[in-house]
């Protein structure tokens, strides 16, 4: 049965069937020819797989990025990166990443990412004198970084398919992000510096209060989310409904860019984002049933503990293997599937589930500038009207750099779970 449903369901996805059309049919065949499971169990396996209480943050951070994505955001962060930076060697690059940072943080989205300080900071970075490979190769790669900041979708998902802490993810994620960007960014300073490209003037101080003042509303989103959950005020769920709420009312009362059309606009949007993804979840969850009853999770977990004697060779394969889905996979996906499967193994081998959580997504953050596939180069690749044969050699660069982030947060656990001991004492 086992081998059945896999190749089918890989059958399914090369040749183009939607996720979710792929996973439910698969299993609903697989459950029919080789069980005597009551079909009415897939019914209620469907609805299972949404009936948890992580999924209900979902939606309302979804809607909370949407608000912010349509209300003005993305310039008034790129004009407080730009004051903060802009100075420093490599200042127009570091102010595209820092940017983008932020934003993916707030947006949740790398190819929203990607487009909202991509089409602003490509030109720019090519006036300053940057080549086409470094600055698309930029814009391709920083947007990724919105997958591991919270609030991410791919840490609810992650959670949810796992039943780890959403909190506890929240801030694990927090700390790899910014070792993730703050890799980048020394990268950026050292390629400029060995370039001699040039740095432009300090902002005055009164360009650099203005700038903050102006984008302080957007930047106290994430401050709100994880302080309330850092600081027990709400939950994580909860934290979705007030980012939701005070997302709309800046973007209507405060920046002004966000009307009652845009307001229904962005609702619908959100609507149909957030059936998108539940219904992919509720696909994952049967498919991830029918293999825990074929005990498929305990032989693979078996198989690992057995063939992989130490952490550090455990943790490689990890890489190299989602490293390899995540050139064809959108992460999303790809969690919902392998999350299951890979838990039960990594446990095992005494890997910690928020670093196992935030190794995963770190690696489909990667996959989304991975030739030949990744998501982001398309949508790059939009901006710079480049091909893809065109845009590899500077892609090529980010993802040498990234994966060197990616083995500080493999084998420094301590980056993932330092400040979800601190607040949950384990």
Known sequence: MTLFLIVLLFVLLLISVPIFAAVSFSTSLAMMLFTDTNPLIMVQRLFGGIDRFTLMSMPFF??????????????????????????I????AM???????FFGSLSGSSPATVIAIGKIMYPELLRQGYSKNFASGLITSTGSISLIIPPSLTLIIYATV?????????????TAGIVFGCVGLLYIWLYAKMNKLPRQERAPLPELWESTKSASWALLVPIIILGGIYLGVFTATEAAGVSAIYAIFIGMFVYREIDLKKLYQLCLSSAVTSAQVMILVAA?????????VGQVPQSLAHFLTENFTTTWSFLLFLNVLLLLVGMFMEGTSAIVILAPLLYPAAVA???DPIHLGILIITNMAIGMYTPPFGLNIFVANSITKMKMVESIPGITRFLLVSLIALLLITYVPQISTFLPNLVYGT
């Open 349 to 351: 081998m005494g890997i």
């Open 95 to 101: 102010t595209t990443h820092v940017a983008s940072m």
């Open 162 to 174: 796992t039943n780890t802490s959403v909190g506890a993810l929240f801030m694990a994620g927090l």
């Open 284 to 292: 994952a969850s049967t498919f991830g049933w029918l293999l825990t």
């Open 62 to 87: 979804i809607l909370a990025a949407n608000a912010m994505d349509v209300g003005g955001l993305s310039s008034r962060i790129l004009r407080w990166a730009r004051a903060l930076v802009g100075h």
């Open 89 to 92: 060697s490599g200042g127009v």
